[in-house]
Structures are given as C-alpha cells and as structure tokens.
C-alpha cells in the first residue's frame, strides 16, 4: 500500500488558481503580476501521481493545513462554500483527471481543534484532507456519522453528512467517519497538549488486494511551539497500540510534526514514547535530507542544500500488530523533492532548466543564475505552492 502526505501552505481553492502576486517597486510604488496556474497544477499532477507511474501511484493521499472556518467546532464537517472546502473539491476532480480514475474519493473532513477561547493561544483552524482510491482501499471509519457527529459505532444510528459530504461522487455517501477526539482509561479526554491545538485526524482502511490488511492512519499536523507535547500525546491514543486479533494489522502515524530531526534531542524527546508503543521512524536526515524549502528570496541554485532547509520535519511512524510481523516487514519512504538532480525516479523534475546547467552560486546572491532559478517556471511554482515537500510511504 502506497500512502502520500502533503502539507499544502494554508491550502484553500486560492491554491489552485491563477496567482496574483503584488509586489513593492524600487521607488515605493506597487506592481502587480498574473502567473498561470498551468506550471503549479503540473507540479502537483507529478506529486499526486507518483510521475504517472503505477507502482508509486498511491492509493491513500492526505493533505494536511487545509484552512476552515475558525468558527467552526471541533469535529464539525466545513461548510459548503468555503475556501477550504471548496479546494478540497475542486482537488478530487483533478486527482480524477490526473489519474483517470473516477474511483478517487474523500473521506469527510472534520474540524481538528475546538473554536478559539478568547485570550488563550491557539492554532489556525485547519480540517485534513484524506483522498483514497476506492478500487484498492475501503474506506471503515473507525467511527461513524451520529446525531450530528463523529461517534464511536453503537452511539446511535448512522446517517447522512450534510450537503456536499453526503454525495456519492464526492465521499461515496458513507455515513462512516474518520476521529478526532481521544479519551484516556479515565474518560479525560486526551489534549495535544492542551485544550485549543490541533487532534490527528483517525482513519481506517481495507486493502482490497494483495495482503488485504486492516490499516489505521493517524494523520498529524501538530501546533507550532507545542510540537513536542502534540506528538508525544499521540503515544497515549490506545486505538493505535491494540496488540489483539482484530485490532489494525499496522498503524501508521504521519504528517507535520515539527519536530526537526536535525536536533537529535528535541526528536527524541518528541518520539519516544511512540517508540516504546514499537512505532518505527521512516525518513532519515541521511537519506531525505529535508521536508522544508527555503523562500524563494533565500533559495540558491546550486545544489539541493541551498533551496531546501535542514529540517526533516514531516514524517512517518510506522507500527506492526505483532512483533512477528514487524521483524519481517519492508517499507520505503520518500521525501519528494521534484527539483533537478533529487530524487530518482519514481519523481521527477518539473523545473525547465536543470541545476547543473548553472554556475556555481556565489556568495552576495546577485542576479543571474539566482534570478533564472526562481522564475516562475522554475523554483518559484513549487514554492507558491508549498514550503514543505510531499512524503510517499510503501508499507
């Protein structure tokens, strides 16, 4: 099974759209510049294909900081119309149109964190985006669509989302639902790490082939600043350590962490009790480098190490039911970096000029090679569409 995650910067509608961007001129003055979508749309079509290459294709794919109203409760679906929502699916018909495939659903999404308490800090109000591809995976809650909610099965009777989550073409008109609120032994409702951040967002799914394993996903994007306490609480979810037949074959925790695995320390201290639930880290400074670009007024030309950051802060977790399983398993994980030379294939570049046909960058970032690297064409398409790469996991 193939899963993507991608943290798309503040994704609504806007991002799929010809970009307007204003500027400040020389003399105090403002210049504005329209920028086709084309260029962006082909990056992303690159992404959310695995390069149009079957065996990378992935058959789970969720984008993270979708932006919702702030207004909105905890668990609560978007409203139609808005931006987020609007994105969302306006994404599914292109993922249909990249891949040719109609069978591309989506989950319906829910509110991560709760309304905002006046005078408490709080994270931007955000939903996750999970896209599956029903001729390989079933989508099975673990929860469903109650009086309302998202509720543990038995609550009540299921029944339809509002419009347009209760669409057919849309989320298959399922009344399951993925969870967002998480209790402890005591029924004190676990925090990550406090009242106003943001909850991982609970899937599972089916494999309809192959090993047709039962997989949970938990997909996190933690607050900024209270990154370490958000995925340490992840380790005190029980429905992703259940070691009984029955309970998910592997659990997968993935998404924004912040957590920097460059400080070996902080990642540590972040990790560490998912480690001790046998949870397994995938992406490693050594072989992925990074997850994070530069802005585009920062990125150099020369080599990957001066357009991307030295912050591995996106990653996967991966768990096994039981220890047999897990002393035989074999994943894979990627950061995608689509600019020229990084990685091999599957990805490949969408850049028109290559790296190597530039000059070594010199201190002092003097137009010239600096300043054709970050056309529009170029680094500039991928950067306005996100500062984070996509990560790719094979399980």
């Given at each position: 099974?193939?899963?993507?995650?991608?943290?798309i910067?503040?994704f609504?509608?806007?991002?799929l759209?010809d970009?307007?961007?204003?500027?400040?001129?020389?003399?105090?003055?403002?210049?504005?510049?329209k920028?086709?979508?084309?260029?962006?749309?082909?990056?992303?079509q690159?992404?959310?294909?695995?390069?149009?290459?079957?065996a990378?294709?992935?058959e789970?794919?969720?984008?993270?900081?979708?932006?919702?109203?702030?207004?909105?409760?905890?668990?609560?679906?978007?409203?139609?119309?808005g931006?987020?929502?609007?994105?969302?699916?306006?994404?599914?018909?292109l993922?249909?149109?990249?891949?040719?495939?109609d069978?591309?659903?989506?989950?319906?999404p829910?509110?991560?964190n709760?309304?905002?308490?006046?005078?408490?800090?709080?994270?931007?109000?955000?939903?996750?985006?999970?896209?599956?591809?029903k001729?390989?995976?079933?989508?099975?809650?673990?929860?469903?669509?109650?009086?309302?909610?998202?509720?543990a099965?038995?609550?009540?009777?299921?029944?339809?989302?509002?419009?347009?989550?209760?669409?057919?073409?849309?989320?298959?008109g399922?009344?399951?639902?993925?969870?967002?609120?998480?209790?402890?032994?005591?029924?004190?409702?676990?925090?990550?790490?406090?009242?106003?951040?943001?909850?991982?967002?609970?899937?599972?799914?089916?494999?309809?082939k192959?090993?047709?394993?039962?997989i949970?996903?938990?997909?996190m994007?933690?607050?900024?600043?209270?990154?370490?306490?958000?995925?340490?609480a992840?380790?005190?979810?029980?429905?992703?350590?259940g070691?009984?037949?029955?309970?998910?074959?592997?659990?997968?925790c993935?998404?924004?962490?912040?957590?920097?695995?460059?400080?070996?320390?902080?990642?540590?201290?972040?990790?560490?009790p998912?480690?001790?639930?046998?949870?397994?880290?995938?992406?490693?400074?050594?072989?992925?480098h990074?997850?994070?670009y530069?802005?585009?007024?920062k990125?150099?030309?020369?080599?990957?190490?001066?357009?991307?950051?030295?912050?591995?802060?996106?990653?996967?977790?991966v768990?096994?039911r039981?220890?047999?399983?897990?002393?035989k398993?074999?994943?894979?994980?990627?950061?995608?970096?689509?600019?020229?030379?990084s990685?091999a294939?599957?990805?490949?570049?969408?850049l028109?000029d290559?790296?190597?046909?530039?000059?070594?960058?010199k201190?002092?970032?003097k137009?010239?090679?600096a300043?054709?690297?970050?056309?529009w064409?170029?680094?500039?398409?991928?950067?306005?569409?996100?500062?984070?790469?996509?990560?790719?996991?094979?399980?």
């Amino acid at each position: 099974m193939n899963i993507a995650i991608w943290n798309i910067e503040k994704f609504t509608d806007a991002r799929l759209l010809d970009q307007i961007i204003t500027t400040d001129t020389l003399f105090g003055g403002r210049t504005t510049t329209k920028y086709d979508r084309a260029p962006l749309l082909a990056y992303m079509q690159e992404v959310f294909t695995g390069n149009n290459t079957l065996a990378f294709m992935p058959e789970v794919f969720a984008v993270l900081e979708v932006l919702v109203d702030t207004n909105l409760a905890l668990g609560a679906p978007p409203k139609k119309g808005g931006s987020g929502a609007n994105g969302l699916l306006e994404l599914l018909k292109l993922i249909k149109k990249w891949t040719k495939n109609d069978s591309w659903h989506l989950v319906p999404p829910l509110k991560r964190n709760p309304v905002a308490v006046k005078g408490v800090k709080t994270a931007q109000s955000e939903v996750v985006g999970v896209f599956y591809d029903k001729s390989e995976v079933k989508f099975r809650g673990p929860y469903a669509w109650i009086a309302g909610q998202s509720q543990a099965p038995g609550a009540g009777a299921s029944a339809a989302y509002p419009h347009p989550w209760n669409k057919a073409d849309i989320t298959d008109g399922t009344k399951l639902a993925g969870q967002v609120r998480y209790y402890d032994s005591t029924r004190t409702e676990i925090t990550f790490p406090s009242l106003n951040h943001r909850r991982p967002f609970l899937v599972d799914f089916d494999e309809l082939k192959g090993s047709q394993r039962h997989i949970r996903c938990a997909f996190m994007h933690t607050s900024p600043g209270f990154h370490i306490g958000g995925t340490q609480a992840m380790a005190e979810i029980d429905e992703l350590s259940g070691d009984a037949v029955g309970d998910p074959d592997i659990c997968v925790c993935g998404g924004d962490f912040n957590v920097n695995d460059y400080s070996t320390a902080v990642a540590t201290k972040s990790y560490k009790p998912l480690y001790s639930k046998r949870y397994k880290k995938v992406l490693t400074p050594k072989v992925n480098h990074s997850t994070h670009y530069y802005p585009k007024r920062k990125a150099k030309p020369s080599n990957r190490f001066e357009y991307m950051q030295e912050e591995l802060i996106d990653n996967f977790l991966v768990r096994y039911r039981t220890k047999t399983a897990a002393k035989k398993a074999k994943y894979s994980g990627y950061s995608i970096d689509i600019v020229y030379p990084s990685p091999a294939p599957p990805f490949i570049p969408t850049l028109q000029d290559k790296l190597s046909r530039y000059p070594k960058f010199k201190k002092g970032d003097k137009p010239g090679p600096a300043a054709l690297f970050r056309q529009w064409e170029n680094f500039f398409h991928i950067r306005r569409c996100s500062d984070h790469t996509a990560i790719f996991l094979t399980i």
